[in-house]
C-alpha cells in the first residue's frame, strides 16, 4: 500500500430514489494519508453526496470505499460505526452546536452520549482539543456568545476530539466571512500539518489553492483536466 491509498473511491454510484440521474456516478478517487484535499465544483454535482459516502454516514448503490485497503462499504455495521465514531470526523457549512451547552460541553458530547457525567479524563483531552483550535479560555461560553468563526472551531473541536485520522469539512467557510473564513482554512492547515487527512468541499477558489490538490465534480464524477 502506498501513500495514496488510505481512502479509495472505485465507481461510486449513488441515485436518490426518484431522481432522474445519479447524484454520484462511477466516480473513482484516491486520497493519500496526511493529504489536504479540495473538492470544488458546481452545486448540485455531488460534493456532498461523495463526502457521506466517503465518511461511511451513507452507502452507495455501487462501488468500493477502501480504507488502508480494505472494503469498509462491505463490512460489518459494527466496523463502520467504529469508522464513523473515532475514525472519520466530518464538519458541516453550520456547525450545529446544542446552544444551550459550554464550547467545553459541546466538545465533551461524543464521550457522553449526552448523559454520564465527564470522566476527568475526557474533560482533559476536551480542554486540550479546544486549546489546539485556539479556543483555550472560551471553554464556558456558550455558542451565542462566541463569533461564527469560533462556533465552527468548536464544531471542529467535537469532530476530532476522539482522535479521529481523517476530517471530512463539508463548506466549512460557508457561513463566515472573508476574515472568519481564511482562520478556519489556517486552522485545517494547521491540523493538516500535525498529520490529520483533510477532505474539504468548498466554492471558494482562494480557500482550495490552499490545499495541497483540488479535484472537480461535475455531474457525479471527478473531472478529468485536459
Ligand atoms: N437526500 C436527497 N434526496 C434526493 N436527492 C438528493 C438528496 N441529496 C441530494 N440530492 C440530489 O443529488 C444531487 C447532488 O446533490 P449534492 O450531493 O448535495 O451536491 P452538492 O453538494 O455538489 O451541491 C442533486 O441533484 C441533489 O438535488
Ligand atoms: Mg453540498
Redesign the pocket.
Known amino acids: 500500500m502506498n501513500e495514496k491509498n488510505l481512502l479509495q473511491a472505485r465507481g461510486i454510484v ?1 441515485r ?4 432522474e ?4 456516478d462511477h466516480l473513482d478517487l484516491d486520497i493519500g494519508a496526511g493529504e489536504f484535499l479540495s473538492i470544488a ?12 459516502i466517503l465518511s461511511s454516514l451513507i452507502q452507495a448503490d455501487a462501488g468500493q470505499i477502501l480504507f488502508q485497503g480494505q472494503d469498509i462499504c462491505a463490512a460489518p455495521e459494527a466496523v463502520r460505526n467504529r469508522l464513523r465514531g473515532l475514525v472519520f470526523a466530518v464538519v458541516f457549512q453550520q456547525h450545529h452546536l446544542l446552544p444551550y451547552l459550554s464550547a467545553l460541553e459541546n466538545v465533551l458530547l461524543p464521550f457522553l452520549g449526552g448523559i454520564k457525567p465527564a470522566r476527568a479524563a475526557d474533560i482533559a483531552t476536551a480542554q486540550a482539543m479546544l486549546s489546539r483550535v485556539g479556543l483555550a479560555g472560551k471553554e464556558n461560553s456558550r455558542p451565542g456568545q462566541m463569533s461564527g468563526g469560533e462556533q465552527q472551531r468548536v464544531a471542529i473541536a467535537r469532530a476530532l476530539v476522539r482522535g479521529a485520522q481523517v476530517l471530512f469539512a ?2 466549512p467557510t460557508g457561513s463566515l466571512d472573508s476574515v472568519n473564513g481564511a482562520a478556519i482554512i489556517q486552522l485545517l492547515r494547521e491540523l493538516n500539518s500535525e498529520g490529520l487527512t483533510v477532505v474539504m ?1 468548498t466554492h471558494n477558489d482562494e480557500f482550495a489553492a490552499q490545499s495541497d490538490r483540488i479535484v472537480r ?1 461535475a455531474d ?1 464524477a471527478i473531472q478529468t483536466l485536459s
Do not use: C, F, Q
Open positions: 449513488k436518490y430514489p426518484g431522481a440521474r445519479p447524484a454520484v465544483g458546481p452545486s448540485g454535482s455531488g460534493k456532498t453526496t461523495l463526502l457521506h463539508d463548506e468541499v465534480m457525479g
